[in-house]
């Protein structure tokens, strides 16, 4: 397969997977106004904006290493501040509950390890809890 080919095929699963987070978005409704219950929507969003990947690629099945710290962070928050069991959480992830499990565990392992990515969750999780 040429690069051509393949960078066609890589467009049309972004824009597949950006209809799907429209579809998402109407079924997870409008960001959480302060104060209210945190949905994966706006963990998914903070986590965007933090780490520098969009959410259509973090929900995508693409396993590429500069995407692994963002899904692997939402994962973690979402199990940690919401009331979703992992299999909730993988439906709107994308994944099934043992995907989610390994994903928390790689990313407390991430955690534990790295001063930087632990910083950035905590800022992550301050703005949702609106500290």
């Given at each position: 397969m040429s690069d051509r080919s393949t960078i066609g095929l890589m467009r049309d699963e972004l824009a597949r997977l950006t209809?799907?987070?429209?579809?998402?978005?109407?079924?997870?409704?409008?960001?959480?106004?302060?104060?209210?219950?945190?949905?994966?929507?706006?963990?998914?969003?903070?986590?965007?904006?933090?780490?520098?990947?969009?959410?259509?690629?973090?929900?995508?099945?693409?396993?590429?290493?500069?995407?692994?710290?963002?899904?692997?962070?939402?994962?973690?928050?979402?199990?940690?501040?919401?009331?979703?069991?992992?299999?909730?959480i993988g439906r709107v992830m994308r994944r099934d509950h043992t995907t989610v499990l390994s994903g928390i565990a790689a990313h407390e392992r991430r955690e534990a390890t790295s001063p930087e990515i632990a910083a950035r969750v905590r800022a992550v999780s301050q703005r949702l809890r609106g500290a």
């Open positions: 209809a799907r987070v429209a579809e998402l978005e109407a079924k997870l409704g409008p960001d959480t106004p302060t104060g209210g219950p945190i949905t994966v929507r706006a963990i998914l969003d903070e986590v965007s904006a933090e780490f520098g990947v969009p959410v259509p690629e973090i929900l995508s099945p693409w396993r590429e290493a500069r995407l692994l710290p963002a899904r692997h962070a939402a994962m973690a928050l979402a199990k940690r501040l919401t009331k979703l069991s992992l299999p909730q």
